[in-house]
């Protein structure tokens, strides 16, 4: 990174784009930050539930679901959703019975924080949200359930789609409206210091979608994937990326810019071939996908199904590589 960032200032357009979230794009730059000794700011930061944020104009009033790890709920709210429901928030207002293999501890008294921010707090259940009146109208993962919470998750996600957002109803009313479903990203699995690959969200969409087809018949209604290697992180990024061309003097405006005017080659490293490498190369010019033998991936050549243009061991060389390749242009970027 220091050849990228010497002085503690970018040479270059930098994004950094992850299926990972759970914690508000400002905190992760933090976190990166502290990781690489280098400022990355928020505008640098693309989440696997950025592209979420502009669902809210038309789900901010209504009840939500939210389903992951760490601040799932504060991510939701801060992309301008107002009525958040977190899933052990649901598992504790519908009571022991909904989760017979779960232990209800007092820490899970189903409280949630006054949704006008005056503090306090009132219990879900007098919310009303997933009831009748004000059924649960979407379902958010944005981030891979906690371990112990795939059960209850698997469980509520279940109640919640097949009842059109009213978990307590046997069967959905006719003339309802079904569930819309988001998840954040689709990884399978993903790297650790483990030796092997461990599941991921994609996982647990699978068995969501499983349990779903063996329960009623047909697929999991209106659902609707982001994170990589979907597009939409890769256009966010792109409009990020133009941003800091013009920061940096590299471009005159970013108003209706197309990336391939005003960069040669975007480099996306990731060892992730199903998620970074194909994202990349769906992406279109001038993406060019680099994979890194440090993670998911670590064969001898180059992935058979979603072959790199560039293939290296990490992203020190990653970074060499891009250098090298893009040092007779005028611009370029890296992610």
């Not at 379902?139 to 789609?161: E, H, K, M, R």
Request: glycine share 10%; hydrophobic share 40%.
């Amino acid at each position: 990174m220091k050849q990228l960032c010497p002085n503690g200032r970018w040479r270059f357009p930098v994004c950094f784009i992850t299926n990972g979230g759970g914690v508000p794009e400002a905190h992760k730059a933090q976190q990166l930050s502290q990781w690489l000794g280098v400022p990355v700011g928020e505008q640098q930061v693309v989440l696997s539930h950025t592209p979420m944020r502009p669902l809210a104009a038309a789900l901010g009033q209504q009840p939500v679901l939210v389903v992951g790890r760490h601040e799932v709920a504060a991510v939701a709210a801060s992309y301008g959703f107002s009525k958040v429901l977190t899933t052990r928030q649901l598992a504790a207002a519908l009571g022991p019975g909904a989760l017979p293999f779960l232990k209800h501890s007092a820490e899970a008294a189903g409280r949630q924080p006054d949704p006008a921010g005056a503090g306090g707090g009132c219990p879900v259940r007098d919310l009303g949200w997933g009831s009748e009146q004000q059924p649960i109208a979407a379902v958010l993962v944005c981030s891979d359930p906690a371990g112990s919470d795939w059960y209850q998750d698997l469980q509520l996600l279940t109640d919640v789609i097949t009842s059109h957002g009213v978990p307590s109803r046997t069967q959905p009313v006719p003339g309802s409206q079904p569930v819309q479903l988001f998840f954040s990203n689709a990884d399978l699995v993903w790297a650790t210091d483990y030796p092997r690959p461990r599941f991921g969200q994609g996982a647990f969409s699978t068995m969501l979608a499983a349990v779903h087809s063996r329960l009623t018949g047909t697929p999991l209604p209106n659902a609707k994937w982001f994170g990589k290697p979907n597009p939409e992180p890769y256009r966010i990024a792109e409009q990020l990326l133009l941003q800091q061309a013009v920061q940096l003097g590299l471009a005159e405006s970013a108003a209706g810019a197309a990336p391939g005017t005003v960069f040669s080659s975007i480099f996306a490293v990731g060892d992730n071939p199903a998620a970074d490498v194909r994202g990349a190369n769906q992406a279109g010019a001038p993406w060019v996908s680099v994979l890194v033998r440090s993670g998911v991936f670590t064969g001898a050549g180059n992935d058979c199904q979603n072959p790199a243009h560039l293939v290296v061991d990490d992203v020190a060389a990653a970074v060499a590589a891009a250098l090298h390749r893009a040092r007779s242009s005028r611009w370029h970027s890296m992610r």
